[in-house]
């Protein structure tokens, strides 16, 4: 395997690995290897530095980044986010009484307005059996932090 330092014409940076540099060569050329921001098809190798390996025992100052392989992904996040961002701003939080919620403003126990909150898997199945109309909102990657 071999790690290339790339850079497309606009400018972005990312990095890839390849078989060797003829799998590198072929890719390029059939137009494969794309930039991870802006998908350009025009990327080019970067002046490196060798890979020097440090002893066992010191501690590494390489930080690493992820970038999505994609620009389709990362546009899909960002929708994502913002399909997040609209549900929190209009409507109401009610937190693990989502499911009793739901059902009040179903049955017109409750005046009709958007909830989000927090359920079981087995309670949305129910619901959704009722005839409740639910929809789970994306996790995305920070919500795990």
Request: overall charge negative; charged content about 30%; hydrophobic content about 35%.
């Amino acid at each position: 395997m071999i790690h290339y330092d790339l850079i497309c014409d606009k400018g972005h940076a990312f990095d890839g690995w390849f078989r060797n540099s003829a799998a590198y060569d072929e890719q390029a050329g059939r137009g494969l290897v794309t930039c991870t921001q802006c998908g350009s098809t025009k990327v080019e190798k970067q002046l490196m530095a060798p890979g020097i390996p440090v002893k066992s025992n010191r501690k590494s100052d390489q930080k690493m980044v992820a970038a999505p392989a994609d620009p389709r992904l990362a546009e899909l996040m960002t929708m994502m986010r913002e399909m997040r961002r609209h549900v929190e701003e209009n409507a109401e939080y009610v937190g693990d009484r989502f499911a009793e919620e739901a059902r009040k403003i179903h049955y017109e126990e409750s005046d009709a307005r958007g909830i989000y909150g927090n359920t079981s898997p087995d309670e949305a199945k129910a619901l959704i059996e009722e005839g409740i109309a639910v929809h789970p909102l994306p996790r995305l990657p920070e919500d795990g932090n």
